[in-house]
């Protein structure tokens, strides 16, 4: 995406493309190899067991024969922005400022595109590093209508996501995230406002909130992630970004009677699934 060699500079380059200075000029922090193959291993650990904290996952671990501390354990997931996924009661403190919104989707039958959408980030692990994938999800269709690659979880890049996802298709009635700071900032929840679209948060911690985004992320490591080994931030978007097109366009969903989600989207049958 970005020439080096071309005459118009790398800064103009990267704002045209609508991506940060920062990941262009980037080379992932040195990580020891041990901490790598630690995280990888974490990462299927925790789609396949969304709801084990530090202490189970260090079991699991020491299982396969990996000595590990658990207190390493914990300091690699927080790296990794992942926790154990269970609904606890809201006694936790939010950001200072931050409103956290009621959930809105529990029972009420999703029936077509635009209806709601929902939002989440990932880890992306790479041969030297980590990134971010923030995604925005059409429920009904399950098409994801932007995306973007950063090397934080800073509020910034998931504004630059929803808005190129308005910009691109309109709005949805609700929109669906976590808890998660990025989310509950005024920068964020004041675009869905400016907008009039209701803003819908999960329970604490809990995953079935938001199971639609989970699977797409369970999709994207296994079919994609984790048959590769990212050498660059670049690498990594353009990669990511070519499964995405097949994930939208070629891939059959059995939720969607075998359609794909571009066909979902924008060839809408009656799709109906209790939320």
């Known amino acids: 995406m970005i020439d080096r060699t071309h005459d118009l500079p790398v800064a103009r380059q990267a704002k045209a493309l609508n991506i940060s200075r920062g990941s262009v000029y980037y080379l992932p922090r040195p990580v020891p190899t041990a901490d790598l193959a630690i995280m990888g291993r974490l990462d299927r650990l925790h789609l396949e067991f969304p709801f084990a904290g530090s202490r189970m996952l260090r079991g699991l671990l020491a299982a396969e024969g990996s000595k590990i501390g658990r207190r390493h354990v914990k300091t690699l997931m927080r790296r990794m922005g992942i926790e154990a996924l269970y609904r606890r009661p809201r006694t936790t403190k939010p950001e200072s400022g931050h409103k956290i919104y009621p959930y809105l989707l529990r029972g009420k039958e999703i029936t077509r595109p635009n209806q709601v959408w929902a939002m989440d980030i990932t880890y992306i692990p790479m041969a ?9 999800l059409d429920w009904a269709s399950r098409r994801v209508l932007s995306w973007r690659v950063s090397i934080t979880m800073e509020a910034a890049f998931c504004v630059e996501t929803l808005q190129d996802a308005l910009v ?34 999960d329970g604490k911690g809990a995953w079935r909130d938001n199971v639609f985004v989970e699977r797409l992320w369970r999709s994207v490591k296994y079919e994609e992630v984790y048959l590769r080994a990212y050498q660059s931030v670049g690498e990594a978007r353009t990669s990511i970004g070519r499964y995405l097109d097949f994930y939208n366009q070629r891939r059959p969903h059995s939720s969607l009677d075998g359609t794909t989600p571009d066909r979902a989207y924008f060839e809408p049958l009656s799709i109906r699934m209790a939320a």
């Open 168 to 201: 691109r298709h309109g709005k949805p009635e609700i929109f669906n995230t976590d808890q998660g700071s990025q989310f509950t900032g005024a920068a964020f929840t004041g675009v869905l406002a400016d907008n009039g679209i209701a803003i819908s948060m």
């Open 128 to 136: 030297r590093g980590s990134v971010y994938l923030a995604v925005v």
